[in-house]
């Protein structure tokens, strides 16, 4: 059956920020990269400005993984809401949504979806924002087109190295 399969087309992701990136990634064979984190901070994203501003004003330090409400791992920009979460002092209160059912709001440490909501409105008191690896890379906002223009003028000089 897989016998008459010519190839299978491998994309790559994750930790994928600049030219270079994806010239590496094609030279190992991939067919093509997706990246997601360095569109955050377009004008094209619909995050409030408050969101993206996350992003810009991080640094390395601040990517941490941290986990969810059930358990699940997730890679978060620290900031004053993650600080009250660990500190034991964002306790949900209620479950109004019940939008989770392994969820049990007395054992929680916060409420994911109120989290999510208000990172989403661009309050970030008292949300915060999931992001890649790279997202302290992000300095500014720029259009999609900068963005793409930049990527392909750092592949072209990565290619350019390995002539």
């Known amino acids: 059956m897989y016998k008459d399969i010519k190839s299978i087309p491998v994309i790559a992701a994750g930790g994928i920020y600049s030219g270079q990136d994806i010239y590496r990634f094609i ?3 991939a067919s093509g990269v997706q ?3 360095i569109f955050v901070t377009s004008e094209e994203c619909d995050a409030p400005y408050a969101f993206k501003k996350t992003y810009i004003d991080s640094n390395q330090e601040d990517i941490i993984i941290i986990q969810s409400p059930v358990g ?3 890679r978060a920009i620290r900031n004053g809401y993650i600080n009250k979460i660990e500190s034991g002092t964002e306790v949900p209160k209620n479950c109004p949504l019940h939008c989770i059912k392994t969820c049990d709001y007395q054992k929680s440490p916060y409420c994911i979806m109120k989290a999510l909501y208000n990172s989403s409105k661009g309050n970030m ?3 915060y924002a999931f992001a890649g690896s790279n997202a302290y890379l992000a300095k500014k906002i720029s259009t999609v087109k900068e963005i793409i223009s930049a990527l ?3 592949y072209e000089m990565a290619e350019l190295k390995m002539i």
Do not use: D, F, I, V
């Open 72 to 74: 699940m791992p997730g």
């Open 152 to 154: 392909k003028a750092e």
């Open 125 to 127: 008191k008292r949300g």
């Open 35 to 37: 990246m997601g984190t």
């Open 27 to 29: 030279q190992l064979g």
